[in-house]
């Protein structure tokens, strides 16, 4: 019985190695991962489609980043200047 028992452990633990391997062989990359999760959330363009300000240099539009949002109290966003490259965080 004490056989029994020990190739009955033995094939357990066994399993449970292939198991474990096979899951992670086909786990990504953290870089695969990061790549995935980027191509999900990637929107058409980096700068929104309309200007939200003035800028303080050139008096043109400032253009928020899409790309990017503070979390904070209030919320913060990148601002540029597509024209004289002026870029600001603002509220």
Request: contains cysteine; aromatic residues 12%.
């Amino acid at each position: 019985m004490n056989n029994t028992d020990n190739k009955d452990e033995r094939t357990l633990n066994l399993l449970k190695e292939i198991l474990t391997t096979a899951k992670l062989e086909f786990l990504p990359t953290k870089q695969e991962h990061h790549n995935k999760v980027m191509e999900e959330y990637q929107l058409d363009t980096d700068w929104s489609s309309k200007p939200f300000y003035k800028c303080p240099k050139c008096g043109q539009g400032m253009y928020r980043n899409m790309q990017t949002e503070y979390r904070s109290y209030p919320t913060r966003y990148d601002y540029k200047c597509l024209k004289c490259g002026f870029e600001e965080q603002e509220v």
